[in-house]
């Protein structure tokens, strides 16, 4: 295996020189840089990246810690992370918590063992440990999707309570009253913003939403599901449904259908994230769809500012907004059909 010593000896400079070219620092004249570069060619040398690193206390390497990476959303985020730090150099470690705190804590320890220089990080829960715990050991990270109140923290992320405000404010122009908000953890900023944007929206038209309409469960299709099921059941059942993500929205369908109602005939139903052009859901969901892949260009963007000492000297809170996409699933409610 050949060396730097090996290539600075084949291009007749030093191995500094060489250094110099393969980490593109100092003034290297353009006919040294290219002697040096053929003769790695040549030679076929493989700069130790782990070992260059460590020498200038980086490896090169991001972590993105996500809740759910088989939610579409969140893949369509980690492409935005993994093609912005791969222009620059850098590759991701991709960690999936499936909303657990232990195994987001359990991963997180494991990467300040590993000496990433970054973490991109979708917290479990709305609570400070995480961020204590990487500020705490000096690891540069941005919070991505949530929110985590009371933390001054770099945070990218959509406007949740915006978006549901937006697919509610729809379903009451269509003339619906009894809507039920079914959401994820109320522990999650994402879950309680969403139904806040519900609530403001009914207030808006003079309405107080029932407890009983408003439902929180998890981010799945079998909580979704669930949560439609009981909603459906009630004495005076509602006419549109708004779920707080896509894999809600598809559980709920699996209980509309079970229950012998037709989208949008008999019941609307509406909900935030889009899905995939692949995905065939008949009817089409009427969605508020969030710019995952920006979201995690603009996130990985903003981290790598930080490891370069550089970006705005106070912790940003970037927020995107949602784009409310009209589909076959909303329509009037049967009464006012």
Do not use: W
């Amino acid at each position: 295996m050949s060396t730097i010593e090996d290539v600075a000896k084949r291009a007749g400079v030093s191995a500094m020189t060489v250094s110099r070219v393969i980490n593109n620092s100092g003034y290297i004249s353009q006919e040294t840089r290219q002697r040096v570069e053929q003769a790695i060619a040549e030679l076929g040398y493989v700069p130790n990246a782990l070992a260059r690193g460590l020498r200038f206390k980086q490896t090169k390497t991001l972590a993105l810690v996500l809740t759910d990476i088989t939610n579409p959303f969140f893949t369509t985020l980690a492409r935005g992370v993994e093609d912005t730090a791969s222009e620059q150099g850098f590759s991701v470690m991709f960690c999936n918590t499936d909303e657990s705190e232990e195994k987001e804590a359990s991963y997180l320890n494991v990467l300040v063992q590993k000496q990433v220089d970054g973490v991109l990080l979708v917290p479990a829960q709305s609570a400070p440990e995480s961020v204590t715990f990487l500020r705490e050991r000096g690891v540069r990270f941005v919070v991505l999707d949530r929110r985590i109140p009371g933390t001054d923290a770099d945070t990218v992320r959509g406007d949740s309570e915006q978006g549901a405000y937006a697919l509610v404010r729809h379903l009451l122009e269509l003339g619906h009253r009894r809507i039920a908000a079914l959401s994820g953890p109320q522990a999650v900023s994402t879950a309680s913003d969403r139904v806040a944007g519900y609530q403001r929206a009914l207030a808006e038209s003079g309405l107080t939403p029932e407890p009983a309409l408003v439902r929180y469960g998890s981010f799945t299709q079998e909580s979704g599901c669930t949560m439609a099921r009981a909603a459906l059941a009630l004495p005076q059942p509602p006419t549109a449904l708004f779920t707080g993500n896509n894999f809600i929205a598809i559980g709920a369908l699996r209980a509309v259908r079970e229950a012998g109602l037709r989208v949008p005939d008999d019941l609307s139903l509406v909900t935030f994230d889009d899905l995939p052009a692949a995905a065939v859901i008949d009817p089409f969901l009427t969605v508020a769809a969030q710019p995952a892949y920006e979201m995690g260009r603009r996130a990985t963007a903003l981290l790598l500012e930080r490891l370069a000492e550089g970006g705005p000297p106070a912790p940003q809170e970037i927020v995107l907004p949602a784009e409310l996409i009209v589909r076959r699933s909303s329509g009037p409610p049967p009464a006012a059909a």
